[in-house]
């Protein structure tokens, strides 16, 4: 990145340096490991959890860094800066734990968070399903109450943290007969009777991220695992979309940093690379090409450095974010 972002200050900047240190270390060497055993090493999260890099923009009371988005976007950056996609920390700290911060009952985000930001618990959401991909209103897993608790049935997949989480927040249908009225979100622990986990899929992409395949057969948990502040069923559709936001910016900051460390790399390499008697940074068409690729990238930072800066004042539209 040639220029600081405009939303980075000296404190994110020092949180960038242990940010780049614990990716240099603990991520970048290990990458063709993860690769080939489907999944980062457990202890990955803890050691995370004990330098503070986990849920930093939860606050303090729940034993979270007490930060902003903005501290989220620097370790997505660093992790996107060693072309690393098999630690799924961004989908913990930026998506996990903000739907127990936004919706869960204060019992739940005392129980969950600390441990979230610790390590010791590892958070997952289970949307898509084998036949409705995308379309959450017709999801087919079901959450029916019986007296005090969920009997829940049915099987998600492309489940991103699904071979390691600890605690899983299910898309469920609560009311068959509705659509997306219909949808609850519900807390899951991964210990519980019924609940298993399929195949980590072997995708073309992000190879080393352990998602997977889960299945509920009968799983139940008691009512007050409903993810809801008031306990009234139906809002998980809301939640969902409430949280897109956030959601897309996390991807978009990944991607112009990647973007960002893809020309980098190229530039190193057509310096290195030599052909016909001089490097092939030399010929003018490898100057076209990185020149484009170099101004759409930097077109890209500036917009997705705005969509930040209007995100941590509240003021990201999902127009823009989808945009990004």
Request: glycine share 10%.
């Amino acid at each position: 990145m040639a220029d600081r972002s405009s939303w980075e200050t000296d404190d994110l900047t020092a949180l960038r340096d242990l940010a780049r240190s614990f990716c240099e270390k603990e991520i970048k060497p290990n990458i063709e490991k993860f690769i080939e055993q489907h999944h980062v090493d457990r202890d990955l999260w803890n050691k995370a959890g004990e330098l503070g890099l986990l849920c930093m923009s939860i606050p303090e009371e729940y034993g979270g860094g007490g930060g902003t988005f903005a501290h989220e976007a620097v370790l997505i950056e660093e992790q996107a800066r060693i072309v690393d996609s098999s630690w799924g920390g961004s989908l913990h700290n930026g998506i996990i734990a903000h739907y127990l911060l936004a919706y869960g009952t204060e019992e739940q985000k005392k129980t969950w968070l600390p441990k979230m930001a610790s390590g010791e618990v590892v958070g997952a959401i289970a949307m898509t399903e084998p036949g409705t991909g995308s379309d959450l209103q017709n999801v087919k897993t079901k959450a029916i109450r019986q007296g005090d608790e969920y009997v829940i049935d049915g099987s998600k997949t492309f489940i991103t943290n699904g071979g390691q989480a600890d605690l899983i927040i299910v898309v469920a249908k609560t009311d068959t007969a509705e659509g997306a009225k219909g949808i609850s979100l519900v807390l899951v622990e991964a210990d519980r009777e019924g609940f298993r986990r399929g195949r980590v899929l072997d995708k073309v992409g992000q190879r080393g991220q352990d998602t997977s395949e889960l299945f509920f057969d009968g799983v139940r948990v008691p009512v007050s695992n409903l993810l809801s502040a008031d306990g009234q069923e139906g809002q998980g559709f809301v939640q969902l979309m409430q949280q897109l936001p956030q959601e897309r910016l996390i991807i978009a900051v990944a991607s112009v940093a990647g973007m960002e460390t893809a020309v980098a790399q190229t530039i190193t390499y057509t310096k290195e690379r030599t052909a016909f008697g001089r490097p092939i940074f030399g010929f003018q068409n490898t100057k076209f090409k990185l020149a484009e690729a170099a101004t759409e990238t930097r077109i890209a930072r500036v917009f997705v450095d705005d969509c930040i800066t209007k995100h941590l004042e509240g003021k990201l539209d999902i127009p823009t974010v989808a945009m990004a």
